[in-house]
């Protein structure tokens, strides 16, 4: 296990205490611990969004707390991209790296959760999703990342600094499924216990030119895996869907960070601040425009899993792009990275299903999972019986 209290060469942590806070002895989680990304509030320690810009406070982590009454003991907090807003792990605090990789990202915001996961600092973290930042570091650390349905009872977000209300949502990375499911049924009280893929009916969106070759292939693969397990695979179609997640976003994000804005220089990074700003000027029928969209996407979703039980897509749309790149280069030609990311991953976040990042059999390739509403159990378990108890 890494020390990290000696040495973050990552600079995956943002506050390390002098001693961790125990979880209570002899719960079902006794014996786990965990990072907690740093937008969560826990009494005693900072919460400063990995940026040098105010940020509103938010009171105690209903969640933390829970995690830690089960047994669970919390290790200290992690760097993220600054608020939230980016998939790379850039911050004002110079930026989160890769956990193995040198000069390539880890994925965001949830940067510096997948890292100290897949180094072993942690057992898993706490982290947050509003448009795939579980899911995107998830899959370029090689580790599993679980959005839970939006507003999960056992996942809950009361004490968190906000991004987007309608989008946020909170969920753990671990280095495999077993965690997460042990994490998730302490939490819920659901029964979490491996599923058979005999019969299941798997919805495949893989949108022509949206990846690079080595990802196709890889999703390929892990959906031959599936069917080798007696799964049903179809293609499907989804449309992209940023042009209702991105007004969403925004302009709530501006409304959270309404009082720093304010200031000429609050202290964010530029592409945070000019996002922030672009948020504030919405017109309030654009965002109106963008529900509107929301709903009648989610009204495609809804068709969509009546007719499968899950749905198999690709969680990234590269391996880990080198850091400050900001295009890259897909079977459809050249994408800015940004777009080329969040396609793939905002679906399922603005429009709440449960989703999984599960590691392939290529390194630093993702493919995502995902449930109906509500089904989180059986989308675990599913994935649980993949994992190889050898």
């Avoid at 995956?12 to 205490?17: M, S």
């Avoid at 996002?275 to 000027?281: D, K």
């Avoid at 599913?382 to 050898?390: I, K, N, P, V």
Wanted: aromatic share 6%; glycine share 12%; proline share 9%.
């Amino acid at each position: 296990m890494t020390d990290f209290r000696a040495s973050d060469p990552q600079r995956a942590w943002a506050h390390v205490p002098a001693e961790p806070l125990r979880g209570t002895p002899g719960g079902p989680l006794d014996g786990l611990t965990f990072s907690v990304k740093d937008l969560y509030g826990v009494p005693g320690w900072p919460l400063r969004a990995s940026t040098r810009a105010p940020v509103p406070g938010v009171g105690e982590s209903v969640l933390v707390r829970r995690l830690l009454e089960l047994g669970a003991t919390a290790l200290g907090k992690t760097h993220l991209h600054e608020v939230a807003l980016g998939i790379t792990g850039l911050n004002g605090s110079g930026g989160t790296e890769h956990p193995v990789l040198a000069g390539r990202v880890p994925g965001g915001s949830s940067s510096g959760a997948a890292v100290s996961v897949a180094l072993g600092q942690a057992d898993f973290a706490l982290g947050t999703d509003t448009g795939g930042s579980v899911r995107v570091p998830a899959a370029w650390c090689g580790v599993v990342g679980y959005k839970p349905t939006k507003d999960h009872p056992a996942w809950s977000t009361e004490g968190v600094l906000p991004l987007s209300v309608t989008c946020d949502h909170a969920g753990p990375l671990a280095r495999d499924v077993a965690t997460v499911a042990r994490v998730h049924a302490a939490l819920s009280g659901e029964t979490v216990i491996p599923g058979d893929w005999a019969g299941v009916r798997v919805g495949v969106w893989q949108p022509e030119g949206w990846t690079d070759a080595a990802v196709r292939e890889a999703v390929s693969a892990f959906g031959a895996g599936l069917e080798a397990r007696g799964a049903h695979l179809s293609p499907i179609p989804l449309p992209e869907m940023l042009d209702a997640y991105s007004p969403i976003v925004l302009g709530e994000a501006a409304q959270v960070h309404a009082q720093a804005l304010q200031e000429e220089d609050p202290g964010f990074l530029p592409f945070t601040l000019m996002s922030l700003r672009q948020g504030a000027a919405l017109e309030a029928a654009e965002v109106a425009a963008a529900f509107a969209r929301r709903a009648a996407y989610r009204a495609e979703l809804d068709t969509l899993l009546a007719q499968y039980d899950v749905l198999l897509a690709p969680a990234v749309p590269t391996p880990p792009p080198l850091a400050g790149q900001d295009e890259v280069e897909l079977e459809g030609g050249p994408l800015p990275l940004r777009r080329a990311v969040l396609r793939l991953t905002t679906p399922f976040s603005l429009l709440g299903a449960p989703a999984l990042a599960l590691p392939t059999a290529a390194p630093w390739i993702g493919a995502q999972l995902v449930g109906r509403w509500g089904d989180d159990a059986r989308l675990l378990g599913l994935a649980l019986s993949l994992e190889d108890r050898g």
